[in-house]
């Protein structure tokens, strides 16, 4: 019965999204252009200094760049603001818990939805993307390398959802959380692998990233096909990406649970 809630949660949330043409046309230009500047930078600093890190060539980074594209379309979320914007601060989430669904699976639900409809538009602009960069592409990938790539991709949207949920929850405490939310996309877009790979920080930034989770956003699902990487070195990252996701779960159930109590408290 849940099932089947959460299933028409999830249709009529990607029926809204067809409607809003205008926004998803918007959405459909930026996720062309801003990959498309990326590649060209790199691929411009490459042939301006005439070398780079090694291991990675440009064939390398053009891929890893398509790849993070893709995975930015696929698994990234806008819980942050959903939930602490339009849910808390503007009063809706008191007729939210009402809905016959837990809340949590109620926004998971609608953000799965919205991310469908992105994901299938942005596939036009991705598809003139890998037309354009197709000499760059390194796309023979093993098996091991396609089954890690869908588990840390799994993985990946799991830690982002409840990681911006709990980043959306701080809207319980303070009265604008624009702050705190704009803060946490200037560490994911360092520290997540979306603008640089990892391999390029400077040491000490690579050394505090083994202490956040936010590698686990794009950098492990990307690397984990453009490298060939041992299974022992798999089999660790992926204990540390779902002790990652439990640790999130906890903080979330906790920061729920007080601010609910914070919001009636108030009323």
Same mark, same amino acid.
């Given at each position: ?9 999830y249709? @009529? ?9 205008g ?14 500047l990326?590649i060209?930078?790199?691929?411009g600093?490459v042939n301006?200094?005439g070398?780079i *890190? =090694? ?5 390398? /980074?053009?891929? !890893?760049?398509?790849?993070?594209t893709l995975?930015t379309?696929?698994v990234n979320h !806008?819980t942050d603001?959903?939930?602490? !914007?339009e849910? /808390?601060a *503007?009063?809706e ?10 809340y949590h699976?109620y926004?998971?639900?609608t953000?799965?939805g919205w991310k469908?409809?992105r994901?299938?538009v942005?596939?036009?602009p991705l %598809?003139?993307l890998? +037309?354009?960069?197709?000499?760059f ?5 093993? @098996?091991l *390398?396609?089954?890690a790539?869908? +588990?840390f991709s ?9 990681f ?6 701080s809207? +319980?405490?303070?009265t604008?959380n624009? %702050?705190i939310?704009?803060t ?5 877009? #360092? ?5 640089i ?16 989770p936010f590698r686990f ?9 453009i490298?060939e ?8 990252e =992926?204990?540390?990406? #779902?002790?990652w996701?439990?640790v999130?779960?906890?903080i979330?159930r ?14």
């Amino acid at each position: 019965m849940l099932m089947k809630k959460l299933w028409a949660i999830y249709k @009529a949330t990607i029926t809204e999204s067809v409607n809003r043409r205008g926004e998803m046309l918007v959405y459909v230009l930026q996720d062309f252009i801003g990959p498309l500047l990326s590649i060209l930078l790199w691929i411009g600093i490459v042939n301006y200094s005439g070398s780079i *890190q =090694a291991g990675w060539g440009i064939d390398k /980074i053009v891929s !890893y760049f398509m790849i993070t594209t893709l995975l930015t379309l696929a698994v990234n979320h !806008y819980t942050d603001t959903l939930v602490g !914007y339009e849910h /808390i601060a *503007q009063g809706e989430i008191a007729g939210l818990l009402l809905k016959p669904v837990p809340y949590h699976l109620y926004v998971f639900s609608t953000e799965s939805g919205w991310k469908t409809v992105r994901l299938l538009v942005s596939l036009i602009p991705l %598809g003139f993307l890998l +037309f354009i960069f197709k000499d760059f592409l390194r796309l023979n990938f093993s @098996a091991l *390398q396609i089954i890690a790539a869908v +588990f840390f991709s799994i993985l990946a949207y799991l830690i982002i959802f409840f990681f911006k949920f709990i980043i959306g929850m701080s809207a +319980f405490w303070v009265t604008a959380n624009d %702050g705190i939310v704009h803060t946490s996309w200037a560490f994911q877009s #360092i520290f997540s692998g979306r603008l640089i790979p990892f391999n390029f920080l400077p040491p000490i930034m690579q050394n505090l990233s083994l202490w956040l989770p936010f590698r686990f956003f794009f950098y492990m699902p990307a690397n984990v096909l453009i490298s060939e990487l041992p299974i022992g070195i798999l089999i660790k990252e =992926a204990g540390i990406g #779902i002790l990652w996701l439990t640790v999130l779960i906890i903080i979330n159930r906790w920061m729920f649970n007080n601010g609910l109590k914070r919001l009636t408290d108030t009323k």
